[in-house]
């Protein structure tokens, strides 16, 4: 027996320009979710350090490591 999930079965659920595959959505690589309704957010991984702040822009991300002591793209130790 074979089971599909009906989250996109005919094209008519996926969202933010996924596309239905086999009654599965296949999201746009900026959004995530059954039926790709999330938007991404490439902060969320934690990428900068030591309590920088991390400013999302897209998919992409700068970490801001004003006051924090430390420099470079993930705000690590300074050399």
Known sequence: MNIVDQSCVNGQECKNGGKCNSGHCICDPAYEGTNCENKKNPC???????????NPNGLDYTCDCSGTGYQGTYCGPLA
Request: with cysteine; hydrophobic share 20%; aromatic share 0%.
């Open 44 to 54: 969320d991984s934690i990428p900068c350090k030591n309590g920088a702040q991390c």
